[in-house]
């Protein structure tokens, strides 16, 4: 078992930023963010593996970046030019799996989730 516990969310204005940390309590090499927005299906954000290639989905291309220490077993995400539509619960995700894509089910170990809420 693979506990992930995130933070960072809040509050914030458009076009402000935040950066959410999710520390797992073991070495894992697939990591990422996944959202899920009011009424909407959890969605893809951003992957990184265990050597460092990244995968984005469009819509967070230029805008949010991920980055994980692998010594400390931290994966951020750090968001900026934020918009309303960034407003959802944004979950840290970990697999064994060779293959760090965007898929939910690549995904076996799930954090709680953090709120992140961003007005117009």
């Known amino acids: 078992q693979v506990q992930l516990t995130e933070s960072g969310g809040g509050s914030v204005q458009s076009g402000g930023s935040l950066r959410l940390s999710c520390v797992a309590s073991?070495?894992?090499?697939?990591m990422g963010w996944f959202r899920q927005g009011p009424g909407k299906e959890r969605e893809g954000v951003a992957t990184?593996?265990?050597?460092?290639?990244?995968t984005y989905a469009e819509p967070m291309k230029g805008r949010f970046t991920v980055s994980r220490d692998n010594a400390s077993n931290t994966l951020n995400l750090q968001m900026d030019s934020l918009k309303a539509e960034d407003t959802a619960m944004y979950y840290c995700?970990?697999?064994?799996?060779?293959?760090?894509?965007?898929?939910?089910?690549?995904?076996?170990?799930w954090g709680q989730g953090t709120q992140v809420t961003v007005s117009s």
């Open positions: 995700a970990a697999a064994y799996a060779v293959r760090c894509d965007l898929g939910i089910h690549t995904f076996d170990y």
């Open positions: 073991r070495p894992i090499y697939c």
């Open positions: 990184i593996d265990g050597a460092g290639i990244l």
